[in-house]
T-cell receptor, first 116, second 112 residues
Framework: DSGVTQTPKHLITATGQRVTLRCSPR?????VYWYQQSLDQGLQFLIQ???????AKGNILERFSAQQFPDLHSELNLSSLELGDSALYFC???????????????FGEGSRLTVL | AQSVTQLDSHVSVSEGTPVLLRCNYS??????LFWYVQHPNKGLQLLLK??????LVKGINGFEAEFKKSETSFHLTKPSAHMSDAAEYFC??????????FGAGTILRVKS
């Protein structure tokens, strides 16, 4: 158990809809990362927050947004959903601001989104 | 830009035989490199990391990897495969900041 909690584990919705994925980082971790894993794109970095502020942006679509709240949990909002958004969305946390050089991210088990 | 290439999408070994998962990297400077493992329906877990210290890095569950700058490689090995090693393995390079760049993954199958 990594200590990172993601909900929901599975979500099925229709095109055009909006969903929110939630992540609770490990206790004490200030950084939260969102990744998308799909069969055709592999694992793609979406966005990172550190202590409530956006820290780094990756391949995140404009239809997607995220935020980190004062209690450090994070939400990823996906809107105007398309079939191609079907994927496994991972949240990871780290105690460091960059989390890059140390490399140790603690991953949740993911939220599987299916868009029909 | 940093990138990693995992040379095999699938590797199949028999239980008790050695494991070799190959990874080549591209980086404009001295990279930080990692291997992560993903078991079915689970999140990713860090196996080991190289951050410019010893070139032979030991990780969890008997895995190790050797950083070879001349070959731009960071292959993952294990002397003797166990059934529980069946999973997907990702070679990862750090961009030096906040982003980890993941390889496409290698699915390891272990036959009894």
């Amino acid at each position: 158990d990594s200590g990172v909690t993601q909900t929901p584990k599975h979500l099925i919705t229709a095109t055009g809809q909006r969903v929110t994925l939630r992540c609770s980082p490990r206790s004490g971790d200030l950084s939260v990362y969102w990744y998308q894993q799909s069969l055709d794109q592999g694992l793609q970095f979406l966005i990172q927050y550190y202590n409530g502020e956006e820290r780094a942006k990756g391949n995140i679509l404009e239809r997607f947004s995220a935020q980190q709240f004062p209690d450090l949990h994070s939400e990823l909002n996906l809107s105007s959903l398309e079939l191609g958004d079907s994927a496994l969305y991972f949240c990871a946390s780290s105690s460091r601001k960059s989390g890059g050089n140390t490399g140790e991210l603690f991953f949740g088990e993911g939220s599987r989104l299916t868009v029909l | 830009a940093q990138s990693v290439t995992q040379l095999d999408s699938h590797v199949s070994v028999s239980e008790g035989t050695p494991v070799l998962l190959r990874c080549n990297y591209s980086s404009s400077y001295s990279p930080s490199l990692f291997w992560y493992v993903q078991h079915p329906n689970k999140g990713l877990q860090l196996l080991l990391k190289y951050t410019s210290a010893a070139t032979l890095v030991k990780g969890i569950n008997g895995f190790e990897a050797e950083f070879k700058k001349s070959e731009t490689s960071f292959h993952l090995t294990k002397p003797s495969a166990h059934m529980s090693d069946a999973a997907e393995y990702f070679c990862v390079v750090s961009d030096g900041g906040n982003k980890l760049v993941f390889g496409a993954g290698t699915i390891l199958r272990v036959k009894s």
